[in-house]
Structures are given as structure tokens and as C-alpha cells.
T-cell receptor, first 113, second 112 residues
Framework: SQTIHQWPATLVQPVGSPLSLECTVE??????LYWYRQAAGRGLQLLFY??????ISSEVPQNLSASRPQDRQFILSSKKLLLSDSGFYLC????????????FGPGTRLTVT | GDSVTQMEGPVTLSEEAFLTINCTYT??????LFWYVQYPGEGLQLLLK?????DKGSNKGFEATYRKETTSFHLEKGSVQVSDSAVYFC???????????FGKGTKLSVKP
């Protein structure tokens, strides 16, 4: 069976510091991968998605970037965090092919102070 | 553009009360519709789905019917439990793309 991992589970970082959140998927190959942010009162926002290694699509302009160095690894980064980057970050995956469902990881709670 | 609109929460109910969470959508194509649930401190889990008009999705006592004429997918449960306390997200997926578009979520609190 497939599983999705995210770490860390929680993170408190000062403004201006860098960020690296990691997501890995087990038990499947060549998945589509997604990063979402859930900010208070703003619902769930798609940040990035990837259909393959090195292929990243950005949905919204922002202070964040994403990379996919390996087939089942998806990294969310920032060089300098802003207060507005605080939120709950969720990684998700699905099989290739638009008819498949998305499965979500447990999330990372980021607080920028 | 394509979008999902949910009733704003929070919704507070007593145990065994009837639940309705409204969801309407705007889409240019023929989307699939989903309800996801997020329990406190966790990621999202798929609760139910419907892929075409008049389909009814159901799971764990929850139901939702895909109404094309009213572009709606309202979530219902006849008797809620304290363990149903969570945030519920309505979402659509266009077959041409496969990415999900979410509503803002509705927080449900069930009191004993």
C-alpha cells in the first residue's frame, strides 16, 4: 500500500530564516505531487504541483519554491520566511491520470515569528 | 473561473442532530465532486465523491448528491456524533486537468 510522509510535523521559525519542508511517498512510482497551504480563514490553496522529476508548476506567485529531486520526493523551500508564510502545509499525491483521487499527508504546522 | 463555495462556519450542533453543509460550484466542464474531512491536527481524508449528475456519494453515514441543475453537492448526515467534529471541504476536479479546487472549508463542532 502507499503511504505519504511529511516532516517536520511542526516548525517555528523567525522571519527572514530559510525553510525546507519535505514530503515523500512510498509504494508507488511516478506520482503527481502537490503542495497546499491552509491559512487561517482562507481555506486550502494549491501552491505547486509536479508531474515528474524536475517538473514544477506554480499556481500562485509567492515567497516559496518547490523542487522534485527524486521521483517520490517533493520539497518546499523559502530563502527568507515572511510572517504571512505561517500556516498548515499539506503534501498530496495521486497516480498519473486525471481520474485518480488525491491522498494527503499529515501536514506541517509552520509558525513564523 | 472554476470555483467552489461552501457555507461559512463554524457550525455547532448537539449530538444526534441533523447536519447539512451547503456546497455549490461553478465549472466550465463536467466536474467530479468530492467531500474531504480534516480531523484536528491531521491531513485531509476523502469522505465521499460523485463523478456524474444524480450520483450519490456516501460514507460513514454521510451523503451528498450531485445536482447538476442547481450546481450543488450538499453534505448531509442524519445523526451527528462528537467524533464527527472536523473541518469539511467540498472540492471539484475537472476531468481535463485532474487538479482539485477546494472550497474554504466548514468547521463542524458537535457537543455531547
Amino acid at each position: 500500500s502507499q503511504t505519504i510522509h511529511q516532516w517536520p510535523a511542526t516548525l517555528v521559525q523567525p522571519v527572514g530564516s530559510p525553510l525546507s519542508l519535505e514530503c515523500t511517498v512510498e509504494g508507488t512510482s511516478n506520482p503527481n505531487l502537490y503542495w497546499y497551504r491552509q491559512a487561517a480563514g482562507r481555506g486550502l490553496q494549491l501552491l505547486f504541483y509536479s508531474v515528474g522529476i524536475g517538473q514544477i508548476s506554480s499556481e500562485v506567485p509567492q515567497n516559496l519554491s518547490a523542487s522534485r529531486p527524486q521521483d517520490r520526493q517533493f520539497i518546499l523551500s523559502s530563502k527568507k520566511l515572511l510572517l504571512s508564510d505561517s500556516g498548515f502545509y499539506l503534501c498530496a499525491w495521486r497516480h498519473q491520470g486525471s481520474s485518480y483521487e488525491q491522498y494527503f499527508g499529515p501536514g506541517t504546522r509552520l509558525t513564523v515569528t | 473561473g472554476d470555483s467552489v463555495t461552501q457555507m461559512e462556519g463554524p457550525v455547532t450542533l448537539s449530538e444526534e442532530a441533523f447536519l447539512t453543509i451547503n456546497c455549490t460550484y461553478t465549472a466550465t466542464g463536467y466536474p467530479s465532486l468530492f467531500w474531504y474531512v480534516q480531523y484536528p491536527g491531521e491531513g485531509l481524508q476523502l469522505l465521499l465523491k460523485a463523478t456524474k449528475a444524480d450520483d450519490k456519494g456516501s460514507n460513514k453515514g454521510f451523503e451528498a448528491t450531485y445536482r447538476k441543475e442547481t450546481t450543488s453537492f450538499h453534505l448531509e448526515k442524519g445523526s451527528v456524533q462528537v467524533s464527527d467534529s472536523a473541518v469539511y471541504f467540498c472540492a471539484l476536479k475537472l476531468s481535463s486537468q485532474g487538479n482539485l479546487i477546494f472550497g474554504k472549508g466548514t468547521k463542524l463542532s458537535v457537543k455531547p
